[in-house]
């Protein structure tokens, strides 16, 4: 164990210096930077997509798109498994229900991508803008919200919901994408009753799923690029261990805010969207 330790840092190490040669000391330490920040962010309510993906396509304007999301997507995957085995640790999961939603989130986010292309996602977004206020205020004012178990759901209930939230939320992913967590928290609460933490640590083993299904997509045409991946994986990890242990520490109200402000950062980036389109 010791050794395979030691050629893994080895191998981290080395390609550490290469990327930093490539793409230069300031440039390196803003992309850490930016995963750590998404890592933590998307493990305690989702959404950190917005910070990464955006500064991946500023930092990087000329390199083709899908290589950018392969790469990103590595990461993402590699701080969403870590927070879920984290969560795991503390929640009790229903598997079957959890089964039941993320086979319909792979399903629906696939069709939602097959898709993009073919419908304007720009009609949309004013749609998803005003979602995003209506849940932003329903949360402010409803301040007990996800601060316990408010709902004694039958299992069977539990799967049919839970398969709705997952097909309309998959699609989403797949159709526009960030911010997709937050809503799997807002579904898990409002609909199936749950508080924020346990919503939060079914959100992470879901996405956990809808990341792989794109995954596998990316590594097949080879759009990644893996040093990168690596660098940005291992603070996308830092910052999902500690999101998650803070949110598992400090709890339900903890949660919630941050789940406020990450909603707030989406209503800005789509007002934003919505107002400079042509």
């Known amino acids: 164990m010791p050794e395979r330790l030691f050629y893994l840092t080895d191998f981290f190490t080395m390609h550490f210096f290469d990327v930093v040669g490539e793409y230069g000391t300031l440039t390196i330490f803003l992309l850490a930077l930016s995963a750590f920040a998404a890592g ?4 305690v309510v989702g959404g950190g997509g917005l910070i990464q993906t955006p500064f991946l396509l500023i930092t990087f304007p000329t390199m083709p798109l899908a290589v ?21 640790q503390k929640i009790r999961f229903d598997f079957s229900l959890l089964l039941v939603i993320g086979s319909c989130c792979f399903v629906s986010s696939f069709i939602g991508a097959q898709l993009v292309n073919a419908i304007d996602t720009r009609l949309l977004k004013p749609l998803v803008l005003l979602v995003l206020i209506v849940i932003a205020l329903y949360t402010l004012l409803k301040k007990d919200l996800g601060s316990v178990q408010s709902k004694q759901i039958p299992l069977q209930k539990q799967m049919f919901y839970g398969a709705v939230i997952g097909t309309i939320v998959g699609f989403y992913d797949g159709f ?21 933490v346990k919503a939060s640590a079914y959100a992470k083993v879901v ?24 660098l940005l994986a ?4 830092t910052g999902s261990v ?5 949110a ?10 941050v789940f406020l402000v990450i909603v707030s950062m989406m209503i800005v980036k789509y007002g934003y969207d919505v107002l400079t389109a042509n």
Request: overall charge positive; charged content about 10%; aromatic content about 16%.
């Open 176 to 196: 526009f994408g960030p911010g997709t967590g937050s809503f799997f928290v807002l579904g898990f609460v409002v609909v199936l009753g749950f508080e924020f």
């Open 248 to 257: 598992l520490k400090k709890g339900n109200e903890f949660v919630r805010i």
């Open 234 to 237: 291992v603070f996308n990890i």
């Open 40 to 43: 933590f962010i998307d493990s």
């Open 207 to 230: 996405n956990c799923v809808t990341n792989i299904s794109a995954l596998i997509v990316f590594i097949r045409h080879g759009n990644f690029i893996l040093p990168l991946a690596i």
């Open 242 to 246: 500690i999101g998650s242990s803070m």
């Open 68 to 88: 950018l999301f392969g790469t990103n997507k590595i990461a993402a995957l590699a701080g969403t498994t870590f927070a879920a085995f984290k969560y795991a």
